[in-house]
T-cell receptor, first 113, second 113 residues
Framework: DVKVTQSSRYLVKRTGEKVFLECVQD?????MFWYRQDPGLGLRLIYF???????EKGDIPEGYSVSREKKERFSLILESASTNQTSMYLC????????????FGPGTRLTVT | GEDVEQSLFLSVREGDSSVINCTYT??????LYWYKQEPGAGLQLLTY?????DMKQDQRLTVLLNKKDKHLSLRIADTQTGDSAIYFC?????????????FGTGTLLAVQP
């Protein structure tokens, strides 16, 4: 079974802190994705990566950066957390190509106070 | 527009059929998906339909695709309390280094016993 794990289920940080969210997948997938989920807005793509050290901006990259140093790990970084980044963050992975299923982690609920 | 649209909430009685509707935006989407999110969990692929199909049936699930109107629906027959969840439709967005999914806002299905 594909497994996508995220480092924390719940996280509370203060405004201005640097925040790291980690995601690991164990199925040798090329693609990895970071989304944020907000009520009434669905899932919005922040960044994705199709290979090690490769990254592309999604629809809402402002205030975020990412790192993919190893194929199985994709990190989302909030350089200076703000209250409007309070959200559920979901990581996903998939094989490269059209039509492949995205497998999701359980999510990290981040609260910035 | 750029948004994949769904109604936010649907309430049905156990044993009834549920129909969740979605309007997508990209007529060139090759695959359209339905994902299910149970409380406290990430998303799981429920079913998908290839764009050259009008209908797909999988046990209690029926997916209907109207390409002319860019309308996708998910019918759940004999709805059970375990079907209570948020349902997301997603379309494929082509281009760039890899294919992305654009998710709808999600429909919360509440099944009353």
């Amino acid at each position: 079974d594909v497994k996508v794990t995220q480092s924390s289920r719940y996280l509370v940080k203060r405004t201005g802190e640097k925040v790291f969210l980690e995601c690991v997948q164990d199925m040798d997938h090329e693609n990895m994705f970071w989304y944020r989920q907000d009520p009434g807005l669905g899932l919005r793509l922040i960044y994705f990566s199709y290979d090690v050290k490769m990254k592309e901006k999604g629809d809402i990259p402002e205030g975020y950066s990412v790192s993919r140093e190893k194929k199985e790990r994709f990190s989302l970084i909030l350089e200076s957390a703000s209250t409007n980044q309070t959200s559920m963050y979901l990581c996903a992975s998939s094989l490269l190509g059209v039509g492949y299923e995205q497998y999701f982690g359980p999510g990290t609920r981040l609260t910035v106070t | 527009g750029e948004d994949v649209e769904q109604s936010l909430f649907l309430s049905v009685r156990e044993g009834d059929s549920s129909v969740i509707n979605c309007t997508y935006t990209d007529s060139s989407s090759t695959y359209l998906y339905w994902y299910k999110q149970e409380p406290g969990a990430g998303l799981q692929l429920l079913t998908y339909i290839f764009s050259n199909m009008d209908m797909k049936q999988d046990q209690r699930l029926t997916v209907l695709l109207n390409k002319k109107d860019k309308h996708l629906s998910l019918r759940i027959a004999d709805t059970q309390t375990g079907d209570s969840a948020i349902y997301f439709c997603a379309e494929t967005k082509h281009g760039g280094a890899t294919n992305k999914l654009i998710f709808g806002t999600g429909t919360l299905l509440a099944v009353q016993p």
